[in-house]
């Protein structure tokens, strides 16, 4: 079974520009989580996303957006850049009761 | 306001020893917990978890142990190995709202 796919990479991207970010949860994965990771704050949590449906949110600005597909794809969006948002992004898949199962993350970069 | 907190930023152990990280909460909703292992430029990989009806689960070098009355929970890595070194996330969830709270980490070095 293929794991959770994020794409792209890395991403470098100016102020005030906007970004989209993707992720393919694991096949028959119908829970997509989205995460954001900066250094001395850990991981924290952006949203979850259930057959189309955002389910839980957390506490970031309105900049921050998500969808999810038909198919369980993800993305992500972020308006308006600003230099705080540089992090690691990570999403996650999870099925019912299992736990989460992580991609390897897309490293955003604003300059 | 941290729900979920790992006061260790670091950690360094002999190898062969036993490594123990630990993790406190304040939300007496939580009712499952979970471990993650993370190496650089990677995403977080999942070790093992509890629920809170137990006070303990294992997997092999890996034990988990709960304290509910202290709102407390460690791992037990034992013997530690070099492969190990990693930075180390608890997290902690709700049924029913899957929203996980991770704590901030804690670095592991095991030394050869």
């Known amino acids: 079974k293929a794991g959770v796919t994020q794409t792209p990479r890395y991403l470098i991207k100016t102020r005030g520009q906007q970004v989209t970010l993707s992720c393919s949860p694991i096949s028959g994965h119908r829970s997509v989580s989205w995460y954001q990771q900066t250094p001395g704050q850990g991981l924290q949590f952006l949203f979850e996303y259930f057959s189309e449906t955002q389910r839980n949110k957390g506490n970031f600005p309105g900049r921050f957006s998500g969808r999810q597909f038909s198919n369980s794809r993800s993305e992500m969006n972020v308006s308006t850049l600003e230099l705080g948002d540089s992090a690691l992004y990570l999403c996650a898949s999870r099925d019912l009761d299992t736990e989460a199962f992580f991609g390897q993350g897309t490293r955003l970069t604003v300059v | ?112």
């Open chain 2, 1 to 112: 306001d941290q729900q979920v907190k790992q006061n260790s930023p670091s950690l360094s152990v002999q190898e062969g020893r036993i490594s123990i990280l630990n993790c406190d909460y304040t939300n007496s909703m939580f009712d499952y917990f979970l471990w993650y292992k993370k190496y650089p430029a990677e995403g977080p990989t999942f070790l093992i978890s509890i629920s809170s009806i137990k006070d303990k689960n294992e997997d092999g070098r890996f034990t988990v142990f709960l304290n509910k009355s202290a709102k407390h929970l460690s791992l037990h890595i034992v013997p530690s190995q070099p492969g190990d070194s990693a930075v180390y996330f608890c997290a902690a969830f709700t049924s029913g709202t899957y929203k996980y709270i991770f704590g901030t980490g804690t670095r592991l070095k095991v030394l050869a």
